[in-house]
């Protein structure tokens, strides 16, 4: 298989109007129906691939070319508006869908976006099928055209699937959440409530282009003022895309990465959930390797 070029490690992102073009998300659409087409594992006649985005300003038009080219190629795009990018690999597995992709530059300013693919399992696509993809850029749609529709009660079936998982009574918290105007600005608010927290909401205004803008994961300080200043028990900051988050204690300090995933991974130890390990990146602190030591 050849070599990637346009996909890096976190599907193909860059400037709009320079990298990312309509029709390059077209392209992509296209491409990576065709490419589906070609396995055996497929559940229809036609490709199904779900697209969701975040809230820039550009991903109405980039949705709308990536969802032309998954039926130009015969597939069949549904729509499912803003999500947070979990909900890509949540909904791929919940609804079998073939393909799903996300229109987001995760942490990024909002003159940037991206194409992400999530494979039927719900993980990544892996560097071989972002080659495969990337080989078919120039190749032409199939004979049949399929349909695109929106994808009703998408956000309610992720918050199904979000009850499911977190079997958690958050009675009597008080919780400050910074949405980064991003793809949480709905779900986050929702579920924590309906999970029992009293919720305080900040940065949840997108007008396409104050996503990540002095806010969220990228800039968890007004978060760790608003909670060390109220009786809020805890703060969560989100980046754009909602995959990452960042946490504020409750006397205003900022926790990061490393030391969430430590407290996640020892609660899951001492249960006995946690099997296989952790996975962390090069950038893991000393701390946490002692920690799980």
Known sequence: MGERVLFGTDGVRGAVGDVITADLALRLGRAATLECATRPSRNSERPQVLVIRDTRESGP?????????????????????????????????????????????????????????FQRSGMKL?????????????????????????????????????????????????????????????????????????????????????????CGATHPEALAERVAASDATIGFAFDGDGDRVIAVDGDGTVRDGDELIALAASHLRDRGELSGGVAVTVMTNFGFHTKMG
């Open 61 to 117: 038009m980039l949705e709308a070319a990536l969802a032309a080219g998954v039926a130009s190629a015969g597939g069949d795009a549904m729509l499912g508006g803003v999500l947070p990018s979990p909900a890509a690999s949540i909904l791929a597995r919940r609804l079998d869908f073939d393909l799903a992709a996300v229109v987001s530059a995760s942490h990024n300013p909002f003159g940037d976006n991206g194409i992400k693919f």
């Open 126 to 214: 892996d560097d071989d099928r972002e080659a495969a993809i990337e080989s078919r850029l120039d190749d032409p749609g199939g004979g049949a055209v399929g349909r695109v529709r929106e994808l009703e009660g998408a956000l309610d079936d992720y918050l199904r699937e979000l009850r499911t998982a977190f079997q958690l009574d958050l009675s009597g918290l008080e919780v400050v959440l910074d949405c980064a105007n991003g793809a949480t600005y709905r779900v986050a608010p929702i579920i924590f409530e309906k999970l029992g927290a009293k919720v305080e909401v900040l940065s949840n205004e997108p007008d396409g282009r104050n996503i990540n803008e002095a």
